[in-house]
């Protein structure tokens, strides 16, 4: 039996077929990110390319309106860009954000908590003060404060990859104390088991015994929490954006776009903001349906 078929009759595969929402939330979330990695290839418009871009076109409603164009399905926004096009690119930058600051959140988390388990003493201590502190703060406030201050003390005019770590680092360092409480709580735990302590026995090192004995088997909760820490790393990104102070003009994202449709709501022009926001909503729901049902997939006490 290959590796493949044992993983389709896994029963974390057969739960998944058993969740008609696991499957539809699991099929939205792949379309959505495969139009955003495909955005070069299926964007009827390069929407950054100065060159194909009309003034004359702008504000036109979706294709399906008496005074929308066939050219633009969704209609242009206040530059004549093709908002389709436009949100496709987003997209783009929204996920990238999302899934790099997760990524920096769950290497940061993991470690520390993987520190803060196994050797306890003042380095448990520390590092669970902080997070202590860490977590009276909500985290749009964190990312914001430190957005803000990233943005404040960077070079003016700033653009390329630059403000984008930045904004990464910013909604990453918001959400490491969630990974370091589960893991560390996990840790306490694995460290007394048979296998860990027979590791020690024979003269393993602290590190080969964290990364191949224990961490494999705390990684469930972590991915659990990834799962829905993405849904609201992106929220936050759109949010950041949206009240100014994330993604750079030139590297626009839902937030931007939304922002920018924000300002032309009430003369009329609703598509602007309207389709953005919409697949923002989408994309955040699927995401948090799909974690769910992981997380109950993944608890034994719920099988």
Same mark, same amino acid.
């Given at each position: ?112 908590? =993987?520190?803060?388990?196994?050797? /306890? ?12 502190? &860490? ?12 957005? /803000? ?23 990453? =360092?918001?959400?490491?104390? &969630? ?64 009240? /100014? ?59």
């Amino acid at each position: 039996m290959t590796r493949v078929t044992r993983a389709l009759d896994s029963d974390l595969m057969y739960s998944f077929r058993r969740t008609p929402g696991a499957m539809i939330a699991a099929a939205l979330s792949c379309a959505l990110i495969l139009g955003a990695v495909l955005a070069p290839v299926i964007a009827p418009h390069d929407p950054f390319d100065p060159s194909g871009l009309s003034i004359l076109d702008n504000f036109l409603p979706p294709a399906w309106d008496a005074a929308g164009d066939p050219r633009f399905l969704l209609g242009t926004d206040d530059q004549g860009r093709d908002l389709l096009s436009a949100m496709l690119y987003g997209l783009r930058v929204s996920l990238a954000v999302g899934f790099a600051s997760v990524i920096f959140a769950l290497i940061l988390g993991v470690t520390l908590g =993987l520190i803060a388990g196994y050797a /306890g003493g003042w380095a448990d201590n520390l590092i669970m003060r902080a997070a202590d502190i &860490q977590m009276t703060f909500p985290a749009i406030l964190i990312a914001l404060l430190l957005a /803000g201050i990233f943005r404040g003390t960077a070079a003016q005019g700033a653009s390329g990859a630059g403000p984008l770590a930045l904004l990464v680092f910013s909604i990453g =360092l918001s959400f490491w104390v &969630q990974y370091a409480r589960t893991v560390r709580g996990s840790v306490l735990i694995e460290a007394n088991r048979e296998y860990v302590l027979a590791a020690r026995l024979i003269g393993i090192s602290a590190p080969a015994i964290l990364i191949r004995h224990i961490l494999p088997n705390v990684m469930g909760p972590v991915l659990v929490i990834a799962t829905i820490n993405l849904a609201l790393a992106i929220i936050i990104e759109a949010t950041l954006s949206f009240l /100014g102070v994330g993604v750079p003009p030139g590297s626009p994202s839902l937030g931007t776009l939304i922002r920018v449709g924000n300002d032309y709501l009430f003369s009329g022009e609703w598509w602007i903001t309207l389709f953005p926001g919409a697949v923002l909503g989408v994309l955040a729901l699927s995401v948090n349906l799909f974690g769910d049902w992981l997380r109950d997939a993944l608890n034994p006490r719920l099988g």
